[in-house]
């Protein structure tokens, strides 16, 4: 059984036809991404299987059971969370405090201390910063520190929405080394990204989504050595 499944998913926005019948699978363990271009529907997938914009047609399955049908604020206690786009992190909490708030949709609060270690250890090199003002941080370091909030709230497949936004090209390269890392102490990914060299860099399998389709399924390694994605996605001629 997959641990994330969408079946034949459409989602609608008022009229706006935004996912046209895709179906996705996500295995334990994996890196997932989904790539394509500007308006192709990536983060309308991600808002669908939160539960942010549900689907008119088609399910969103988590570990067998439906969730297509549950409130977006339910889901996050079933193990979905997100850590989005534009790095929403509390700008006048501290970095521990921004930490902590990660934790607050686990139901074994004070067993959350081993996951507080987990998430220093993505700010290893940022010793003594731990009272400083989330807001004072830098992009690369806010985007780092929503994806440590959301680890600590143990997730069961973690959603990434462009990881990669706005940052500069060293920082890009450590962000996706911290996403391996994530996966690698066994966290489940799927990565949204523009940035397809990258992600495809890095995960296992991948989707190409054109106009709310998938157009092509396989794994990362075969779909970075495709010409049409070559051409299309990887800036290749
Ligand atoms: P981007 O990388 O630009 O975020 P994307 O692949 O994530 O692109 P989506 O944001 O999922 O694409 O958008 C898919 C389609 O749905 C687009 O045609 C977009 O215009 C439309 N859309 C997205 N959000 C809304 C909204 N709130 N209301 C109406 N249409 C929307």
Redesign the pocket.
Known sequence: MALLELNDVHTY??N?H?LKGISITVEKGEIVTLI?S???????TLRTISGITPPRQGQVVLEGQRIDQIPAHKVVNLGVLQSPEGRRIFPRLSVRENLEMGAFTRTDKENSGPDMERGWGLFRRWKGRASQYGGTLSGGEQQMLAIGRALMGRPKVLLLD?PSMGLAPVLVEQIFNIIKDINAQGTTILL?E?NALMALGIAHRGYV?QT?QIVLADSAKALSENETVQKAYLGME
Do not use: R
């Not at 500007?38 to 309308?44: E, Q």
């Open positions: 926005y008022g706006i935004a394509g500007n308006g192709a529907g990536k983060s309308t462009e949204v523009q989504l709310g």
